[in-house]
Nanobody
Framework: QVQLVESGGGLVQAGGSLRLSCAAS????????MAWFRQAPGKEREFVAA????????YYADSVKGRFTTSRDNAKNTGYLQMNSLKPEDTAVYYC???????????????WGQGTQVTVSS
């Protein structure tokens, strides 16, 4: 089993930036996708971004395209989510998740971090 630990959340003003990190430990496999989801109060968990094992392919929700960038460093077993031009509607708990193969469906992910709060003030 893989353990995932997020870090880097916090409070930022609208228009600001944050970078989230997701450190993985345990056994990871070739083809292991690292993804980011978020959940705002009273809303369902939604897909934000995902990066393939090689880092060569990245996928984004329409709401964050052009503002967020996901990447990974397999030598460090760490994934990243760089968030720029943040908006108040980006406020949520952000989770990293992992699985073999890419999907935007959270129910298909077995490995989850504990989440980190991101709050964007207007």
């Amino acid at each position: 089993q893989v353990q995932l630990v997020e870090s880097g959340g916090g409070l930022v003003q609208a228009g600001g930036s944050l970078r989230l990190s997701c450190a993985a430990s345990g056994r990871t496999f070739s083809g292991y996708t690292m993804a980011w989801f978020r959940q705002a109060p009273g809303k369902e968990r939604e897909f934000v971004a995902a990066v393939s094992w090689s880092g060569g392919s990245a996928y984004y929700a329409d709401s964050v395209k052009g503002r967020f960038t996901t990447s990974r460093d397999n030598a460090k077993n760490t994934g990243y989510l760089q968030m720029n031009s943040l908006k108040p509607e980006d406020t949520a708990v952000y989770y990293c998740a992992g699985r073999v193969g890419v999907s935007s469906n959270p129910s298909l992910y077995a490995d989850w971090g504990q989440g980190t709060q991101v709050t964007v003030s207007s």
